[in-house]
């Protein structure tokens, strides 16, 4: 079956699955979800992806990239390969993360609802997605020659840059994902 061998069925069953059963909610006197509930959705599916390969790129391909030959990283590096995928999703994630995050955060300032734990998140938030846009992809592109022309020496300094931008985003990731939490689950200042 298709959806079992291409990720585009996969995702596109997912979102017919969920249709239906909001679909089956609602004929059973559910209420439907309003613009915010859905920018809630999407925050969270885009969030998932954008922090879940932030995490893999931080935990598991920094640290094995780095011990290969030059041949691996080029085969790695090419067009359609794995680390291009990889940059394709991860950034899009933080893109669409910050989209819906905006929308929801509109939201709760219309409806007097936001407080101080759900501002410290979203401030972590908007910064990595800027480190992801204006430092990391920026650095990736010129390191990947995307963008040719970067010397040996200019790809190293930038491949520098791009990392302690995305250890830094792995740091503010873990208050920023509690207070994201905590704003609606338990406010710890309110």
Avoid at 3 to 32: D, E
Avoid at 73 to 93: C, P
Avoid at 133 to 147: D, E, S
Avoid at 177 to 182: D, E, I, T
Wanted: hydrophobic letters at 55%; aromatic letters at 14%.
């Amino acid at each position: 079956m298709t959806i079992f061998t291409n990720h585009k069925a996969a995702i596109a069953t997912g979102f017919a699955l969920a249709a239906i059963l909001i679909g089956i909610g609602l004929a059973q006197g559910g209420q439907m979800p309003d613009i915010f509930g859905l920018a809630r959705w999407g925050h969270f599916l885009a969030g998932i992806t954008w922090i879940g390969l932030l995490y893999y790129l931080n935990f598991c391909h920094v640290p094995v990239f780095a011990g290969l030959s030059a041949e691996t990283k080029g085969e790695l590096t090419r067009e359609g390969s794995i680390v291009r995928r990889v940059l394709w999703w991860f950034r899009w994630g933080a893109m669409f993360t910050l989209i819906f995050g905006l929308v929801l955060l509109h939201g709760l300032h219309k409806n007097g609802a936001m407080g101080v734990d759900i501002m410290i998140g979203a401030a972590f938030g908007i910064i990595m997605w800027f480190n992801v846009w204006f430092i990391i992809w920026p650095a990736q592109k010129r390191i990947l020659g995307i963008v040719p022309g970067a010397t040996d020496e200019e790809k190293a300094k930038l491949g520098k840059r791009a990392l302690i931008a995305s250890r830094t985003n792995t740091i503010l990731s873990i208050p920023m994902l509690f207070f994201m939490g905590a704003s609606a689950h338990f406010p710890i200042f309110g």
